[in-house]
């Protein structure tokens, strides 16, 4: 069985950054839409868009770690998440290493 990798999605942006501990972290910017999703699962990226928005800010490890993730309605928004995520990383304020997930899932 093929390991499925963070990397192997498409994303609008994505970059690898270093945090101020020397760390580096893939922070990025996906579209739900159009994506192949991963095999095991190929209804979840669906489920995801109507639970959460179309847009998602990650960041993940190296080793392909989810740390953060967040759902956003429309382009515009995720777009400037994005980057004040990009800028909250390489300037410390942000310590992915301290993962953070949505707090709006039920049971």
Known sequence: MTLWSMDDWRYVERQ???DP????????LMDV???DGDP???SAWLELQYASGRYFTLIYSASGALQWERGHATLPEAATAYERLLGAVLDGRLDPSQPT???DLED
């Open 16 to 18: 690898v950054v270093t």
């Open 21 to 28: 501990k020397g760390r580096q972290w893939s922070v990025a």
């Open 33 to 35: 839409l159009g994506q």
């Open 40 to 42: 095991e699962m190929p």
């Open 101 to 103: 997930f949505r707090q």
